[in-house]
């Protein structure tokens, strides 16, 4: 949307908002010219810290078109915040209940009144040990190919400097630099009119993030790895090896 249709809460939140962000990050911002001037569109942006979110919104409130993110539902009752969440027209997700598909519903239906949704597919921070993304969810993939709307890759690095991927303390000094790269958007065109099966959305979604982690390379100076993380993978492989250590220990016992 027009930045003099961005509201009242928005301009509100940036009042808090920036005067810290200006103080602890320097900027480092490229790629403005791909978010679009107008209409409907989605971002989709690695995750590597509990600040980046603050980061990259401030990147996107400067270019004009203030991101609406998905998040947790739980955020949404939290006094102060949870005000600020609902003025600002965020988009509460409700996991694991019977209202699970209303965030996808309600990204779709901002979509469609022009709005941008800013997605993190990764669908938490990254806990990839190099802060690579990881394997990605299909949610941006599904109201992309429902609405043919831009995907815009974002790739951000140094919020997780100030505050690395779970840590609690901040990292201040030396003063760290914001870096994001918006990258052209994503060709999807060849998914598009095609039945949603899993496979057609898991492989949307892969091109998605090969998007999002080309963008970050860039910004890195550096190659990623050739195969994403994938948390659910590793879980499965750390199961395996416990169950193979309490065997072996097992068996010195006999």
């Known amino acids: 949307m027009p930045r003099r249709r961005i509201g009242f809460w928005y301009r509100l939140a940036a009042v808090i908002a920036k005067p810290p962000l200006v103080v602890l990050l320097k900027r480092d911002w490229r790629g403005m010219e791909h978010i679009p001037a107008d209409g409907g569109f989605i971002t989709a942006v690695n995750h590597n810290s509990h600040i980046d979110p603050f980061a990259y919104a401030h990147f996107q409130y400067n270019a004009g078109r203030v ?24 988009i509460p997700v ?40 990881m394997v990605g969810k299909t949610g941006a993939a599904r109201v992309a190919l429902q609405t043919k709307c ?7 690095w140094g919020a997780n400097e100030l505050l690395p991927p779970y840590a609690r ?3 201040v000094l030396p003063r760290k630099t914001s870096h994001v790269l918006a990258g ?6 060849p998914f598009y009119d095609k039945e949603m ?7 949307a979604t892969e091109v998605i993030m090969a998007a999002v982690t ?12 050739e195969t994403a993380y994938d948390p659910r993978r590793e879980r499965i492989e750390q ?10 220990e097992g068996e010195k016992t006999k």
């Open 197 to 203: 099966t899993p496979d057609l959305l898991k492989e």
């Open 184 to 189: 052209p958007p994503v060709d999807l065109s």
């Open 94 to 133: 409700y996991r694991e209940t019977t209202d699970a598909l209303s965030a996808f519903r309600a990204a779709i239906e901002a979509v469609e009144r022009g709005e941008c949704v800013a997605f993190y597919p990764e669908g938490t921070i990254t806990r990839d040990p190099a802060q690579w993304p």
């Open 169 to 171: 303390k901040l990292h």
């Open 67 to 90: 991101p609406r993110f998905l998040a947790k539902s739980g955020l949404f009752n939290k006094g102060f915040v949870g005000v600020m969440m609902r003025g600002t027209g965020q």
């Open 239 to 248: 199961r395996r090896r416990t169950r193979a250590q309490n065997g072996h």
């Open 214 to 225: 080309a963008q970050l390379e860039v910004l890195r100076g550096e190659k990623a790895p």
């Open 150 to 156: 831009p995907v815009v890759p974002v790739a951000q």
